[in-house]
């Protein structure tokens, strides 16, 4: 049979670009070639080819991303190529400084690249406008950061319901009500966010995040500040998520047994990502 090469070295199934780099595996499937960075992307591609074929939930193309400040330019992000594909847990691992937080508000539309592209299911979103990106925003992703960004003034209830003001939707209290009994938060609707614990917050954050049902879900570090068993809880909620209710789950994290659960850690360095970013992972190990 002929062979039909769709898939190039510069669009490998992970989404670097692999020219003029040295032992790239590769496989075949139905007809079609298949570059990896790394063995351990070959092996989560032949555990589930079905899954990688098509277009990538999320694709970043040769993504740059300066900061001026005064005369100093800082190059964070310096041609990042990635895939993200539809339904996986993702953990972004890498220095103080990589431009991790840099990438996810580019991937979550909070910020814009200085060149390249960002493709949701193969659309560039990166040059849309500031409205249609506001829709994206709301609609297709649920943020939670380090710091939870609850708004002070507002109860844990008026929080959540936010999103769905932005949205124009009327909130539904007796399944809101139901999810903050779900979250271990029944009682505390009407708390501030200074009366609420950091996990309490965090959990009030996350479901904040879920109030428009996205299906992209970003955490910056979500669990970095809470205790270990808090951070656990939450972390078993977004993971949850994952499995059960098959949101896509990016999250970036310094933690690594965090890492360790994610389908694929992406590492970066020098505002790239590192060829194996299989590093810490058991299951498609040899
Ligand atoms: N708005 C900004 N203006 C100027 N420089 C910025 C801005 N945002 C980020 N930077 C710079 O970009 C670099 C990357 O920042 P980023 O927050 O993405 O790092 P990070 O990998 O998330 O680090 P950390 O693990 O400490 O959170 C840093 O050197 C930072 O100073
Ligand atoms: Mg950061």
Same mark, same amino acid.
């Given at each position: ?18 020219? %003029?780099?040295?032992?790239? $595996?590769?496989?075949?499937?139905? /007809? ?13 591609? !032949?555990?589930? $080819? ?33 895939? @993200?594909?539809? &339904?996986?847990?993702?953990? @972004?691992?890498?220095?103080? &400084?990589? &431009? ?7 991937? %979550? ?42 708004? $002070? ?20 209290? /007796? ?34 995040? +879920?109030?428009?049902?996205?299906? @992209?879900? +970003? #955490?910056?570090?979500?669990? #970095? ?7 656990? *809880?939450? +972390?078993?909620?977004? =993971?949850?998520?994952?499995? =059960?209710?098959?949101?896509?789950? @990016? ?6 047994? =965090? ?9 970066? *360095? ?11 992972? *058991?299951?498609?190990? !040899?």
């Amino acid at each position: 049979m002929e062979q039909k090469y769709t898939n190039q070295k510069n669009d490998s199934v992970c989404g670097m670009n692999l020219e %003029g780099l040295d032992d790239i $595996p590769e496989t075949v499937h139905n /007809g079609n070639q298949f570059f990896f960075c790394g063995n351990f992307c070959k092996k989560r591609f !032949e555990s589930n $080819p079905e899954k990688f074929q098509g277009t990538p939930l999320i694709a970043l193309r040769e993504v740059r991303k300066s900061f001026i400040v005064g005369n100093v330019e800082t190059k964070v992000l310096r041609g990042l190529n990635l895939n @993200i594909w539809e &339904g996986d847990f993702v953990a @972004i691992v890498g220095s103080s &400084g990589s &431009g991790k937080s840099t990438a996810l508000n580019m991937i %979550g539309l909070l910020d814009r690249p200085t060149s390249g592209s960002i493709l949701l299911n193969g659309e560039d979103v990166s040059v849309l406008g500031d409205d249609v990106r506001a829709g994206f925003r709301s609609h297709t992703f649920g943020f939670i950061f380090q710091q939870y960004n609850l708004i $002070p003034w507002l109860t844990a209830y008026e929080n959540v319901t936010l999103p769905l003001i932005f949205s124009n939707k009327t909130a539904d209290s /007796g399944t809101l009500e139901a999810r903050f009994h779900d979250f271990g938060l029944a009682a505390r609707l009407a708390h501030r966010p200074f009366e609420l614990s950091g996990g309490e917050q965090q959990r009030t954050a996350l479901l904040r995040a +879920l109030a428009n049902d996205p299906e @992209i879900i +970003l #955490g910056d570090e979500p669990t #970095g500040n809470l205790d270990s068993v808090t951070g656990n *809880k939450i +972390l078993e909620i977004l =993971i949850n998520l994952n499995k =059960i209710q098959k949101k896509t789950l @990016i999250i970036v994290t310094h933690d690594d047994d =965090i890492a360790e659960k994610a389908d694929q850690v992406i590492i970066f *360095k020098d505002g790239q990502l590192e060829r194996n970013h299989e590093v810490q992972r *058991k299951i498609y190990t !040899e």
